[in-house]
Nanobody, 128 residues
Framework: QVQLVESGGGLVQTGDSLRLSCAAS????????MGWFRQAPGKEREFVAG????????GYSDSVRGRFTISRDNAKKTVFLQMNSLKPEDTADYYC?????????????????????WGQGTQVTVSS
């Protein structure tokens, strides 16, 4: 089992940058594919970015591709989401999630139900 704690959220202005971190405790993070999701008030949780356990396969939603970058440091058991050129529509609670890897599965995953573990979230607010 793994416990996840997000940090790095805050209030910023349009065009600013933020770096979210997701620190894992418990088992080694290298066994898990990781993802970042977000949920705005009144909306469903949506995929933002995913990364495989090895860190060499990443994917992004259309709305953040080219602005956000997901990365991981397995030695430090931490996953990052670098968010640049933030927009008001990026305002949401951001969650990291972990999915136990199986064999040589080098995929990342995009659906919330594919992940077994979730953090409590960190709030990001982008003012116009």
């Amino acid at each position: 089992q793994v416990q996840l704690v997000e940090s790095g959220g805050g209030l910023v202005q349009t065009g600013d940058s933020l770096r979210l971190s997701c620190a894992a405790s418990g088992r080694t993070l290298s066994s898990y594919a990781m993802g970042w999701f977000r949920q705005a008030p009144g909306k469903e949780r949506e995929f933002v970015a995913g990364i495989n356990w090895r860190g060499d396969n990443t994917g992004y939603s259309d709305s953040v591709r080219g602005r956000f970058t997901i990365s991981r440091d397995n030695a430090k058991k931490t996953v990052f989401l670098q968010m640049n050129s933030l927009k008001p529509e990026d305002t949401a609670d951001y969650y990291c999630a972990a999915r136990m890897g199986v064999g040589f599965d080098l995929r990342y995953y995009t659906a919330p139900h594919e992940y077994q573990y979730w953090g409590q979230g960190t709030q990001v607010t982008v003012s116009s």
